[in-house]
């Protein structure tokens, strides 16, 4: 138990240490936007008419501390972040924490209903592709899991929404109602956000599923084909209990492995089908905070939480390793 | 003696994407109780397949002919293995009367699932011992076999044992629902010499202490002199000599058994330089027509070789041979 909490603190630490690491890489790029916050500010105040000097500049840069050393503000910045404060948005003036803190969860959340849609669909599904040798159902399950991961999520997205436009003249877009948008937390707004967040999930899940179909036939494949399932049939263990015991077990430290790897893969699409979909959700803020409004904290905030979300989650897979794969508990408990 | 098994006309074809191939033909042997039979050939001859036509244990796409019959003689009556057909009914040749060891003992255990969970696992199937009983019983065999600290062992992953402590441990738990026939699949190819010499003396103990019949399948004829009351030797899927080990290490009358003696190094004349056969062992896909040793056979006879298959006649009283020097047309 020592051991393992030892094990737990380490891979913590490393987690942590990680995060530092990009947090280091994600603060130097942010300073190497030309121009800092204050002139961005000042710049975006002029454009709207007000009329700015060099003083007026220089006093707001004091005032936001950019005067300080380099290494002074990456600290200060680094350490508020793992509070999860990051400043101002440069051009926006509100509180990043407060601006994206909804928006980021629910970001992360769809990203991880959409993973737990996909794995939930792909373990039986997998299971039974692996072991059946009904010809029809291997065929129509390799023409699904071709269609998902060669149909784009974006294509996919469009083409749902055109649908339902034509078909019901709702766009199906958003993950809220009008009437819910900036309402509090209530159970009707809870309901109303799953009526609309089940579409983004869907379409999310739908390349993830395909992959993760793939993931798990070829790895319970590799394990049937094992030495230690014959032998287990050899003794007499068969049925169900063969297949769930022995390969289907054994698959699953690889499986649980790989769940990092494609949070990962649909954070990355998050975007786009959010952009589709006019989700507001985290991932297109950053393209526009990056793309249009070239607002460096916000960008660097998001690109933090991000990191953080992905460390997290393999932390955490790396914690169940180690409780579910004796090879990994013992290497460590000793 | 009395007769543990019988194989008769055993002929297993597997389909795969080339096409139907022939893996075993027409092979049949006897074995009675507490006899030792090693099994010799070359790699792909079919050693393993035909032992685990024993157990009916060859995935689904195998095909067994019409003619194969394989009788198990119990205690109470023969069973027709390949008569069983549910799983409940494979019980009896599947870790009951009969066990299997394998070549790699690292891997036929489940990596993730302990030692002692997978023998308790095998009493609790075939016996109606509960789980504290299964438990006592696997760690008096681990005990049995040589494993010190058996109550640790038995909590323990097979990555946490050595080579030699895993076969032991796989031996441990083959006998410990008492089968009438054990099968070792090359059970100590995977171990460095010394380890070898100490699983084999056990094997021996064990089977004068049980009383069972053991398929010994090596590729080592020395191993097999060591262990075996008599011995079969097997190419590209058929018999082709088989009796007593001394009738047939002294006296090899089939060319393939005279290649395979002169092919094991002697102690006593180091000058002489080893001859292993030439050639290699035809793919299935390609089974020569009449005798399949043909394409490397140093005496090959010609047309009758390539033309008839040859049938067992006796050397000795026990002791037969299918070559065609044999037979009464191709007798010199
Ligand atoms: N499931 C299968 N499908 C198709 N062919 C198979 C199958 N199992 C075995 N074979 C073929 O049957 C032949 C005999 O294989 P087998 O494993 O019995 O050889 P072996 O004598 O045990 O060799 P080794 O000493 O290498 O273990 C080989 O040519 C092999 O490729
Ligand atoms: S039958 Fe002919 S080819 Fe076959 S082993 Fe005898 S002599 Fe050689
Ligand atoms: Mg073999």
């Not at chain 1, 877009?173 to 707004?189: I, M, N, Q, V």
Request: hydrophobic share 50%; with cysteine.
């Amino acid at each position: 138990m020592l051991q393992f909490s030892k094990f737990v603190a380490v891979r913590a630490a490393l987690a942590i240490l990680t995060l530092v690491l990009v947090s280091f890489i994600v603060f130097t790029l942010m300073e190497m936007v030309p121009g800092d916050c204050a002139e961005r500010y000042v710049a975006f105040k002029n454009s709207q008419g007000s009329v700015i000097t060099p003083e007026d500049i220089q006093i707001e840069r004091v005032r936001l501390g950019l005067d300080q050393p380099y290494i002074q503000r990456w600290g200060s910045w680094i350490f508020n972040a793992f509070q999860g404060e990051f400043g101002d948005s440069c051009i926006l003036r509100v509180n990043i924490a407060q601006l994206l803190g909804q928006k980021f969860w629910l970001s992360l959340g769809l990203c991880l209903s959409a993973l737990l849609l996909a794995y939930a669909i792909a373990i039986p599904v997998g299971i039974l592709a692996a072991t059946s040798k009904n010809a029809v159902l291997n065929n129509s399950l390799r023409l699904v899991s071709y269609l998902g991961l060669a149909l784009p999520n974006f294509l996919l997205a469009l083409m749902i929404m055109l649908f339902s436009t034509v078909m019901f003249g709702n766009s199906l877009t958003g993950l809220f109602s009008k009437e819910f948008r900036d309402a509090a937390w209530s159970y009707d707004r809870f309901m109303d956000f799953l009526g609309h967040a089940w579409l983004p999930i869907f379409i999310l899940g739908w390349s993830a599923t395909a992959f993760a179909i793939q993931t798990v036939r070829a790895l319970m494949s590799d394990e049937i084909g094992k030495l230690y399932v014959t032998a287990a049939a050899a003794r007499g263990v068969s049925g169900r209990r063969l297949l769930m015991r022995y390969p289907a077990r054994h698959a699953l430290s690889p499986i649980i492995n790989s769940l990092g790897f494609d949070l990962n893969r649909i954070f990355n699409e998050l975007p786009i089908v959010a952009l589709i979909l006019t989700l507001t959700e985290a991932g297109s803020l950053l393209i526009e905070a990056l793309a249009r409004s070239n607002d460096q904290q916000l960008a660097g905030a998001i690109i933090f939480m991000l990191t953080a979300s992905i460390v997290g989650i393999n932390f955490i897979t790396d914690v169940i390793l180690a409780l579910t794969d004796p090879r990994i508990r013992r290497s460590i408990v000793g | 003696m009395t007769r543990l098994l019988d194989v008769e006309n055993l002929t297993l074809q597997f389909d795969t994407d080339e096409g139907r191939i022939t893996a075993v033909d027409d092979v049949s042997f006897t074995l009675e109780a507490g006899e030792v039979m090693g099994l010799v050939g070359e790699s792909g001859s079919g050693k393993s397949v035909t032992a685990k036509s024993i157990m009916k244990l060859n995935p689904s796409n195998a095909v067994y002919s019409d003619q194969t019959k394989i009788t198990l003689h119990l205690d109470d009556g023969p069973v027709e293995i390949m008569g069983l057909q549910t799983s409940k009914e494979l019980q009896v040749v599947r870790g009951g009367a009969i066990s299997m060891i394998f070549q790699e003992p690292m891997a036929s255990f489940a990596p993730a699932i302990t030692i002692g969970d997978q023998m308790v696992e095998q009493l609790m199937i075939h016996t109606d011992m509960n789980a504290k009983r299964s438990k006592e019983v696997s760690i008096e065999m681990l005990d049995r076999v040589g494993i010190s600290d058996a109550g640790t062992r038995f909590k323990q992953y097979a990555f946490e044992l050595s080579g030699g402590m895993r076969q032991r441990a796989m031996i441990a738990m083959a006998l410990s629902t008492k089968p009438k026939l054990l099968i070792a699949d090359e059970p100590t190819t995977a171990l460095d010499v010394t380890i070898q010499a100490q699983v084999i003396d056990l094997m021996k103990d064990l089977v004068k202490d049980f009383g069972m019949g053991i398929v010994f399948i090596t590729h080592d004829l020395g191993v097999i002199a060591q262990t075996a009351d008599k011995v079969a030797v097997m190419y590209l899927g058929r018999l082709i000599e088989q009796g007593a080990v001394r009738d047939v290490i002294r006296n090899p009358s089939h060319p393939y058994t005279k290649g395979l003696i002169a092919a094991l190094p002697s102690l006593d004349d180091l000058d002489t330089p080893l001859t292993p056969i030439p050639g290699d062992i035809p793919s299935p896909l390609e089974r020569p027509a009449g005798c399949v040793f043909n394409t490397r056979c140093s005496v090959n006879m010609g047309e009758i070789c390539h033309a008839k298959v040859p049938q067992f006649s006796a050397v000795t009283q026990g002791h037969n041979v299918a070559c065609h020097l044999f037979n009464g047309e191709g007798a010199k």
